[in-house]
């Protein structure tokens, strides 16, 4: 890779070409993005994709190990990314396993609760930091937003479900504090202004207008606030200080979306709502991820295919049964061939979003060749509701820090957390302890 002492920004080389169109990420810009990621030249990102209710396991699981392996039916789909994908087997959730006094209730909410926390979840709304969130703490120093939670499903983080179990651990993966879920968000034009506010599109000009006009709100709140410190008492100062230590961050976020406002951003208008197609409301969902990593908002997302128990069919694919009824398949050859389509089509569409990063430039490479993709589900076999030996894939590059082209069995009972140990360490941001991790999957670093 070359990089020239004169960095060229990207602005100026548009005038030269006299052309109308975003320019991809040259060699010759890296230093002029690296000063405004305060000196971090390949942005590293992770994505996190999850397919609910478990998986035919026999048409998902390769029967050999190694880098010969024989791709399975239902990863099939995935055979462009083989030498970029490691499919890892043996993986466990044990600590999302019910508890004496807890009986077989909520088995779906104790999964969802686990996968990312590695912490069982308490049946009020209680579980762990998630892995996400975890990393989120750290690439969010160099972005506007911290991370996206984003799925295809309304259903919100209140209430409770099954047996008095709170929703929260079927309709989120995201939990920023032990007691705090992060509902997802579905609506594309919602993400949309989360992204670039109230502009009718990424033009430049519009954002400009937003930022200076949320930039001016701004000032009149934090200097109205910092007179009031004054003539308050001290409680009162106490809860302005923690509202002013908001709006720094806050300030903060603006000032980041100044320094990238100078940057020229593929053309997509907002969205006018929700698609009522299935297909068309994940691929448009994809979509705004592809926006999200291109524009360097954010460096972490999580997105949810379904919830659990979800009640989607799939006529499409010759399934127009309910997907939680199937996955109960009681080992009925006829529901575990449905189980079997729906978890092949999922990796299809799945490549959607693989083809988009692949194809979508970025420092010193591609959006795939920088980010780590996760892909998989918190049950194994639905029919038992068993969260061992977890159906889990990684793809991407992971900013040349994973090698693919493997399938690696690991030892029963082996924690899903080692693997989240394992991803910080890659990520440069390395942990003692997460969940009920034990170790490192050192062999994720077989070349």
Not at 68 to 86: G, V
Not at 229 to 244: Q, T
Not at 408 to 418: F, G, I, Q, S
Request: glycine share 8%.
């Amino acid at each position: 890779m070359l990089i020239i002492k004169k960095p060229m920004a990207r602005r100026t080389f548009l005038r030269g070409a006299s052309a109308a169109v975003a320019l991809p990420m040259l060699d010759a810009m890296i230093p002029v993005f690296a000063g405004t990621n305060q000196g971090v030249q390949i942005p590293r990102r992770m994505s996190i994709i999850y397919s609910p209710n478990g998986m035919n396991m026999s048409q998902w699981t390769p029967t050999t190990t190694g880098r010969s392996y024989d791709l399975s039916r239902s990863l099939q789909p995935l055979a462009a990314y083989r030498e970029n994908m490691l499919v890892l087997t043996g993986l466990c959730n044990s600590a999302g396993n019910a508890l004496p006094g807890e009986g077989e209730t909520a088995p779906h909410e104790r999964a969802g609760g686990v996968f990312l926390t590695g912490v069982h979840p308490q049946s009020e709304g209680v579980t762990g930091v998630s892995i996400d969130q975890i990393i989120a703490r750290e690439l969010g120093k160099y972005t506007q937003l911290a991370s996206l939670e984003l799925g295809l499903h309304s259903k919100d983080v209140a209430g409770n479900c099954e047996k008095g179990w709170s929703c929260a651990f079927m309709n989120t993966l995201s939990w920023r504090t032990p007691t705090t879920p992060l509902p997802v968000e579905y609506r594309p034009r919602a993400v949309f202004e989360r992204l670039f506010g109230a502009s009718n599109s990424t033009n430049t000009a519009d954002r400009l207008t937003r930022i200076h006009k949320e930039k001016s709100i701004l000032d009149d709140i934090t200097a109205e606030a910092t007179t009031m410190m004054g003539r308050v008492g001290a409680a009162d100062r106490e809860r302005l200080s923690e509202y002013l230590d908001g709006m720094r961050d806050v300030e903060r976020r603006i000032q980041m979306a100044e320094q990238q406002s100078g940057r020229e951003l593929p053309q997509m208008e907002r969205p006018a709502g929700i698609p009522a197609d299935f297909v068309d409301h994940l691929k448009l969902m994809f979509d705004l991820q592809i926006l999200a990593f291109q524009t360097d908002m954010t460096r972490m997302i999580t997105f949810m295919m379904a919830p659990e128990q979800s009640n989607r069919t799939y006529p499409q694919i010759g399934v127009p049964d309910v997907h939680h009824s199937i996955s109960h398949h009681r080992n009925d050859p006829e529901n575990l061939e449905k189980l079997a389509k729906i978890d092949t089509y999922h990796a299809t569409l799945l490549t959607y979003y693989l083809d988009r990063l692949r194809a979508t430039p970025d420092v010193d490479g591609s959006l795939f060749d920088n980010s780590m993709i996760m892909f998989g589900s918190s049950i194994s076999d639905g029919n038992a509701h068993s969260l061992q030996n977890l159906p889990v894939v990684l793809l991407g590059g992971g900013g040349g820090k994973l090698k693919g082209g493997l399938h690696l069995r690991y030892p029963d009972k082996t924690p899903m957390a080692n693997l989240y140990l394992t991803l910080l360490d890659k990520l440069d941001m390395p942990v003692d302890k997460f969940g009920d991790g034990n170790g490192r999957l050192e062999l994720l670093n077989v070349s």
